[in-house]
């Protein structure tokens, strides 16, 4: 039994396999990375117990639909986040009740879209209470 192929469907089938390889199909086994970044502005807050401050995300996603968690907030912080009506970007907004701990935290935050995930960490200080 004779195997050998026509060198016209020889050419034809390596035309088709180098084509499905070179297309970055499942063959290869690779997957194509999510631009996927976040920054906080700024980096360092300041919240007094008792107090509020927000501040601006920037999310770059190539959804509008991400999932944003904050991790690390020290005890009596608590925060809310509000997303622009256009894009994920928006602000996120720290409350410290009047007994939240004193310090400086390293919290983060972490976005999650499209099967990826990033973070940032940034600096909050809790000061005391102003004195009326």
């Not at 290869?28 to 980096?43: A, K, W």
């Not at 501040?55 to 639909?65: D, L, N, S």
């Not at 983060?108 to 995930?117: C, D, E, H, L, Y």
Request: overall charge neutral; some cysteine; glycine content about 8%.
């Amino acid at each position: 039994m004779d195997l050998r192929l026509h060198p016209a469907i020889r050419i034809a089938l390596l035309s088709l396999l180098a084509g499905a390889v070179s297309c970055g199909g499942h063959s290869s086994g690779t997957v194509t990375p999510v631009n996927l970044s976040i920054m906080l502005t700024p980096p360092r807050l300041v919240l007094r117990q008792g107090g509020v401050v927000s501040t601006t995300i920037v999310i770059v996603a190539p959804t509008e639909a991400v999932q944003l968690q904050i991790n690390s907030l020290p005890s009596g912080v608590t925060a809310t986040y509000a997303a622009t009506d256009t894009n994920p970007s928006g602000t996120i907004r720290l409350m410290a009740t009047d007994t939240a701990a004193l310090g400086t935290f390293m919290p983060s935050i972490m976005i999650a879209t499209s099967g990826s995930t990033a973070s940032q960490s940034f600096v909050l200080e809790i000061d005391a209470k102003a004195k009326p």
